[in-house]
């Protein structure tokens, strides 16, 4: 039973460490990690694991007490049945103690994986909403270039209608510095018609 647990845990390892795909691998570690079969099972492999631990501590105790036999029997005669005892021990304390190390190492690379993907989930999220935001300050970008160009040609036509507007009061004034010069050549005109028919009534008075 333990070998069998143990070839399952090193073909599970081999497995979560294959390059997949990382579509394939978040849908497997998802179904794991939240099917209800999937959980029953690790419930059942955590009850096993405490049987294994125990098979580890029963084998080690084995072991230390073959290990005394062998010991004493140094001294006299060597037995092949103690020999055999400490093999089967020994190899049934490594298998127990491997399986138990494996199952550490497994867990913990699972964990290690889910993490991974979720941070590459996070990754990817970050990633579209740079993206996203990367093109909105490029749409911003261009507005604000159509917004100067529409600013400097609002400030062309505003100093076009200035310059019209300087023209007009330059020839406002002219038409009034005009009207006033052409009044006043009037005045003068006048003048000096009334000054002409005074001069034309004195000249009939000598005569």
């Known amino acids: 039973m333990v070998f069998g647990l143990l070839m399952t845990e090193m073909i599970t390892f081999i497995f979560l460490i294959l390059p997949l795909p990382f579509k394939w691998r978040k849908g497997l570690l998802n179904f794991l990690a939240t099917s209800r079969f999937m959980s029953n099972i690790q419930y059942a492999m955590k009850i096993i694991f405490i049987f294994v631990f125990i098979l580890f501590i029963d084998s080690l105790n084995r072991v230390i007490k073959v290990q005394e036999r062998v010991n004493e029997g140094d001294q006299y005669h060597h037995h092949h049945d103690t020999h055999a005892k400490r093999f089967y021990a020994q190899r049934n304390m490594y298998l127990t103690g491997f399986t138990l190390f494996l199952s550490l190492i497994l867990n913990r690379t699972f ?51 200035a310059s019209t507007k300087q023209d007009l009061e330059n020839l406002k004034k002219q038409a009034s510095q005009q009207q006033k010069e052409y009044l006043r050549l009037a005045d003068e005109n006048i003048e000096m018609e009334r000054i002409l028919k005074g001069t034309k009534a004195e000249s009939k008075k000598d005569i």
């Open 111 to 161: 964990f290690l994986i889910v993490d991974l993907i979720k941070s590459e989930e996070k990754m990817e999220v970050v990633k579209k909403q740079a993206e996203q935001q990367s093109k909105e300050y490029k749409r911003i970008l261009d507005s604000e270039t159509k917004l100067k160009k529409e600013l400097e040609e609002l400030r062309e036509v505003a100093a076009s209608h």
